[in-house]
């Protein structure tokens, strides 16, 4: 490789070589394994996997109910107005106490779960992933979800249990607890998601991978049992997944809290900080090789349905949710039958000259959204089609490499045999 004038770089390369020859073997194995089951084994193998997936469908909705009840049992207890200072500010940090544990802890049992289900690697790396990503897209719109259902009072509620302004926990006194503005409070949960993801993600390097890279380095030679821990292996593909969790919460809560765009900025910073300490003093290579050429399509994708997700129950929100009456700045349109927030855009555009309104208005209507879509779907075909011809053009690069190859062998062969001649005949 010829762009390669360093030895850090060709270092680097060899690693890679390495690691790829060390992944294909890996799954050669497991493929010649495959042949030689028995008919018995694989029927007891499916009914492995297929239990194990009974098993994850059970963790993954009693983390979703787990969530929704310590949500409500927050809301209950911040009702109580017999509750210390101390004890309020813990009740208030329950449900995101409990989101960040099961983040932490579930993917940690789904990377044990999968050994047992006797996958290629490859894939049963991606249905891990697949599976603690389901669990990062569904705790937050559990919450949200459990939000909606104890706050937001519909038009059609019955009005003898609804509050008032909107909020059916809205009180008229001015007690500690008390939830005036729906927006806000959206915001503030949100908020506190981020801020506690951050400080016990933090947490975990210094109290957790810290100490334990101190003990493996002093005692990992002596004790057996330091020994049989180890040291703490860099998980890349889980702290990819940890940055998409962290942007889908900043796309659901920079509407309602504008400072959480800043503060996932911050976030990302002292992660980006964080995680290279860890690289490169305190953690080791994963043992078993991965393949990371096939996951970045996979990140891609989960990273555009988290924003289709965000942009779906913010559009939701935003048009069909009316805003609170007492606070918030779209009060003002609160007073209007079936007003929501999307009407400051809609009464802004009544005020514009007559060919803007008209053109915006048409950028609603099917005969610009349908074109819309067929260029779309017709540029990702292009695209597609120019991918498989890089593709196709690499395999026959490749198969001119190894014809160069052969060919030079066969010059050399001819070379050598010439010289043998001569000396023959020199002899």
Request: hydrophobic share 45%; proline share 4%; aromatic share 12%.
């Amino acid at each position: 490789d010829f762009c390669i004038n360093q030895r850090k770089a060709a270092k680097v390369k060899r690693k890679n070589i390495f690691t790829d020859i060390q992944a294909e073997l890996h799954d050669q194995r497991k493929e010649w394994r495959r042949q030689k089951r028995s008919g018995v084994e694989n029927v007891k193998l499916y009914a492995i996997r297929f239990l194990i997936n009974l098993l994850v469908l059970a963790l993954l909705g009693g983390a979703l109910y787990l969530i929704t009840f310590t949500a409500e049992q927050m809301i209950e207890l911040q009702n109580q107005k017999n509750l210390s200072e101390i004890v309020e500010l813990l009740v208030q940090y329950i449900p995101f106490v409990t989101i960040t544990v099961l983040n932490a802890v579930l993917p940690i049992i789904f990377q044990k779960l999968v050994q047992f289900e006797d996958y290629r690697y490859e894939f049963g790396f991606k249905l891990t992933l697949a599976r603690a990503i389901l669990l990062r897209l569904a705790s937050p719109i559990a919450l949200i979800a459990i939000l909606y259902k104890e706050l937001i009072e519909r038009p059609d509620d019955d009005s003898s249990s609804s509050g008032q302004c909107g909020n059916k926990q809205w009180i008229s006194d001015s007690s500690r607890g008390r939830i005036m503005c729906w927006e806000t409070y959206f915001g503030q949960q949100l908020y506190k998601l981020v801020l506690l993801d951050l400080i016990v993600e933090t947490g975990i390097i210094f109290f957790m991978q810290v100490p334990r890279w101190y003990l493996n380095k002093k005692y990992g030679k002596t004790s057996k049992l330091v020994k049989l821990v180890g040291p703490q292996e860099f998980d890349l593909p889980q702290s990819v997944v940890d940055i998409i969790y962290t942007q889908s919460i900043c796309w659901l809560g920079m509407f309602f809290s504008p400072l959480i765009p800043f503060m996932t900025f911050v976030k990302c910073v002292l992660f980006f900080w964080v995680k290279k300490l860890a690289v490169l003093k305190i953690n080791v290579p994963q043992e078993r090789p991965i393949k990371t050429s096939g996951s970045n399509s996979l990140f891609m994708l989960v990273l555009l349905l988290s924003f289709i997700i965000a942009a779906g129950l913010l559009g939701y929100m935003i048009g069909t949710i009316p805003p609170s009456q007492s606070c918030g700045p779209y009060r003002v349109y609160s007073n209007q039958t079936g007003a929501v927030m999307f009407n400051v855009v809609t009464n802004t555009v009544q005020n514009w000259p007559t060919e803007a309104r008209d053109v915006f208005e048409f950028l609603g209507t099917v005969g610009f959204f349908i074109p819309v879509v067929i260029l779309l779907v017709l540029l990702m075909y292009y695209y597609w089609l120019r991918g498989q011809g890089y593709k196709k053009t690499e395999e026959l690069l490749q198969e001119q490499l190894k014809m160069e190859g052969r060919d030079k062998k066969y010059l050399l062969d001819r070379v050598n045999e010439v010289l043998t001649q001569n000396a023959d005949l020199l002899s």
